[in-house]
């Protein structure tokens, strides 16, 4: 850790220390903490009571550190952090956004939701959100091999009220919040929320109309809550909301470079007979070619149905219906390097699910069971992908000559034109039944024996048209499905027909549980996962055109504690993670199409840790709360990885030799030992605020602090896609009014001001990332009646 970051630790943690042996100005009288209730397991129950891995993070807390988007949740609690397509959870997720599923199944009101593109457009107007780590393989099923985040909207009121805020921040970031509850009748309640945000972006236009990385996100959700009777609630949501910003900056973080290089090697050794001991440069810049990039806009609108109608049919039985219905519209760019680049062209996504949910509960006895069906599919709209080559010095030498976009100077990398790619959609999806169950029974009292079991079926459909033509030729105006606007077709493959995948799982949940005091509950479980495997482009080479399901056992044990009138909770967890047929993202070479990215299936992995879990309120001025993470993870069998920094594209292999020098064929290594991809070993998070009453009014300065160890961000644990520790602190100083109808808020976010690296890919040549915010400086206008 570098020793800034160091001192910024000790300073904060000498700051929060004292002050619980203080209260300054509330009475010393009784005070509770009040219960925290969730619903993980589809049915509410105390916290401290939940025998699952869960954590809760309420709106306050959000407020608080500013979060605007889903994506914005990472490190609020423990191990969850951000891969590029969803969510990461104990090490699990994706390292590139074309790997299909999150392992992670994200939820919003109850309904799964597969598109990460939804995580940007907004988090407003929230009751919690419930972030679930380990295999949910029972009530949840198939895609939550690593956990579940539910995010729950908040409930209409049945009075008039209203609530909102206006932020103005650092690089002119606005931001505007607003809902209202409007009572309709005595059993029909209505809420309206809206928010907008925009900035003026992270970084400089360079050659494009707009600035990188700018935020520019609209949504509004009305909410319809009808309860006709004392036995019957139904709670509908219609949603809409829109993504007019950027896409992030690359940035080439390091390059590579082979003095000794022989190009004209002809033996096996490949790493070292040709390539020779490789210099790697650390000088962040611009990808090359970025500068040349004119249109880096967004361009997603989301439109969602949520009901969930709710009957209790008998005192002991409850029946809930599911449904849910969304679009997502994509037509702008969604990656622009300067060397790769892809957009959507008119691409719709659509998805639907119906779940029934029985709850019975009797005695000792109680159980959910219910029945789920879900589709998501792609019917229309196409892709135009131009993906370009790198080479480092002296291999670069091929693209000077044949051509290159950007002629490295020095020992600076060479980038080419490779080809174009143009994909048409017919009907691109999945589709899944399942029946499910978990009963609970108490076989003495305070001890509890649980089992579930769950039966998934899956089937993968990838109908579409895929044409190649040559690089740096196919336009938006020229784009044809089947012709390209300059010479023959490289490669033209029609999937339009072919036969859907299917797969099938039975998952399973045992666990007993223990309330050893009414205040103290420990408990163990053992519990199954399944993610459904996946179908890619059939013009692949053979060995990646599926991918096989991965499957997880997880054994986990933990303790709950609720001391001192609920003023001090504590969580704590062991696990391990053993899992097989491992999905992970990869970088081939593909003969025809270049570098292409791919999932595959390592042999096997393990995932074990220890999660520490607090909140505690010493009085009722003062709040504490706080996580620490240790996480191992390795592989344990990976033979075969793709080894990217050692595999040459594909124009080098096609230039290289008609210059007499030799091809470099893709490359593969045993990573059996190698850390998963952004898994950090440690991990932890402190949170104080003390509250201060001055007159009626009252002022809260609070302090947010992440720290997390180094990490690694591919599955080859390179030294060039390395992240070092780093330190995240956020100060709030919020004044809440008499009447606490209005409330004043200064923050600063990233106190540090260190931009960290994200999605962070290493090839031979360089690495490639993209930089998160730095300091944010603002402050915000916050209204209730």
């Known amino acids: 850790m570098k020793r800034s970051n160091l001192f910024i630790a000790c300073s904060i943690l000498a700051l929060a220390t004292p002050a619980f042996a203080q209260d300054n100005s509330a009475p010393d009288e009784p005070y509770d903490g009040g219960e925290i209730i969730v619903t993980a397991q589809k049915s509410a129950e105390s916290l401290t009571k939940a025998p699952i891995a869960v954590s809760v993070v309420q709106q306050d807390a959000l407020d608080r550190q500013g979060l605007s988007s889903a994506d914005a949740l990472v490190t609020t609690a423990p191990n969850l952090q951000l891969s590029q397509n969803g969510f990461s959870i104990r090490g699990i997720g994706s390292n590139n956004s074309f790997s299909g599923y999150s392992t992670v199944a994200t939820q919003i009101d109850g309904i799964y939701d597969p598109s990460a593109q939804v995580l940007q457009l907004g988090l407003f107007d929230i009751g919690a959100v419930e972030v679930l780590r380990g295999p949910q393989g029972t009530v949840y099923g198939r895609n939550a091999t690593a956990g579940v985040v539910n995010i729950n909207t908040a409930d209409p009121g049945f009075r ?71 036995t019957v609630s139904w709670r509908v949501s219609l949603n809409y909301g829109e993504n007019q910003g950027t896409i992030p900056l690359s940035y080439m973080r390091s390059y590579n470079y082979y003095p000794d ?79 790769f680049e892809q957009r959507a062209v008119d691409a719709k996504t659509e998805t639907w699910s119906h779940e029934l949910d029985l709850n019975y509960e009797i005695g000792r006895f109680s ?6 069906i879900y589709q998501d599919k792609k019917p229309s709209g196409s892709a135009l992908i131009h993906a370009g ?48 169950g978990q009963a609970k029974y108490e076989l003495l009292d305070g001890l509890n024996i649980t089992g579930g079991v769950r039966a998934t079926w899956d089937q993968v459909l990838s109908r579409n048209t895929q044409l190649v033509c040559a690089g740096g030729t196919v336009t938006l105006e020229t784009m044809n499905p089947t012709t390209c606007p300059v010479g023959d077709p490289i490669a033209f493959t029609d999937d339009t027909d072919r036969p859907e995948a299917k797969y099938s799982k039975v998952n399973w949940r045992a666990g ?28 692949n080479p053979v060995a990646f055109r599926s991918y096989e399901p991965e499957t997880v056992t997880n054994y986990e044990a933990g303790i709950r504690a609720d001391l001192f009138d609920r003023r001090l909770f504590l969580g704590l967890t062991a696990y391990q993670m ?71 594209d594909t124009m080098y292999n096609i230039f290289g030799p008609i210059l007499g020098f030799s091809s470099i064929p893709s490359q593969t290594a045993d990573f059996s030992g190698n850390e ?81 690296a994200q999605n962070v890919t290493t090839v031979w040549s360089s690495t490639v990332v993209n930089y998160s915010a730095p300091r944010t400086i603002g402050g915000r206008v916050g209204f209730r009646f």
């Open 512 to 539: 007993l549980d223990y309330q050893i005091t009414p205040q103290l509950m420990a408990y163990g479980t053992v519990s199954t996962g399944y993610r459904s495997g996946g179908l890619q482009s059939s013009s």
């Open 578 to 648: 053993d899992y097989n047929n491992l999905q992970v993202a990869s970088i081939i070479v593909d003969p025809i199409q270049g570098p292409i990215p791919v999932s595959t299936n390592a042999a096997k992995a393990r995932i074990r840790g220890v999660e520490l879990e607090t909140r505690f309120s010493p009085t009722r001025n003062d709040h504490f709360s706080g996580y620490v993470s240790f996480l191992d993870t390795n592989f344990l069998s990976f033979p075969n990885g793709q080894d990217n920094l050692y595999s040459a």
């Open 367 to 372: 159980m959910v069971a219910g029945a789920y």
């Open 261 to 339: 290089a022989d190009m004209a090697y002809t033996g096996t050794d490949i790493r070292n007979g040709l390539f020779g001991p490789g210099v790697t440069v650390y000088d962040k810049q611009y990808n090359p070619g970025v500068e040349d990039v004119t249109d880096n806009r967004i361009n997603t609108k989301y439109y969602a149905a949520r009901s969930r109608l709710s009957w209790d049919v008998t005192p002991n039985l409850t029946a809930t219906w599911l449904a849910g219905y969304s679009m997502l519209k994509d037509n702008g760019v969604t990656a622009s390097t300067g060397v």
């Open 389 to 436: 080559n790198t080479a480092p010095y002296p291999f670069n030498s091929v693209f000077n000559m044949f051509g290159a976009k950007v002629v490295g100077e020095g020992f600076n990398i060479s980038t080419i034109d490779a080809v174009d790619v143009v994909n048409y959609n017919s009907n691109v999806g999945s589709k899944s039944q399942a029946l499910f």
């Open 160 to 230: 008039f009220a209203a609530e909102g805020d206006i932020q103005y921040a650092s690089r002119n970031q606005m931001r505007v919040r607003a809902a209202v509850d409007l009572p309709v009748t005595d059993t029909l309640a209505i809420r309206v929320a809206g928010f907008r945000l925009a900035d003026d972006g992270l970084d400089p236009y360079l050659g494009a109309g707009e600035a990188w990385g700018k935020t520019d996100l609209s949504a509004v959700r009305v909410t319809a809550l009808w309860e006709p009777t004392s």
């Open 676 to 756: 998963l991809p952004n898994a950090p070993r440690w991990s932890g998070r402190v949170s104080y605020a003390h509250d201060f009453y001055i007159g009626d009014g009252k002022l809260t300065p609070a302090v947010d602090f992440y720290v997390q160890s180094r990490t690694f961000a591919d599955i080859g644990n390179y030294a060039q896609s390395r992240n070092g520790s780093y330190t995240k602190t956020d100060l709030n100083l919020t004044y809440v009014f008499p009447g606490e109808n209005l409330t004043l808020t200064a923050f600063v976010n990233n106190l540090e001001d260190e931009r960290i």
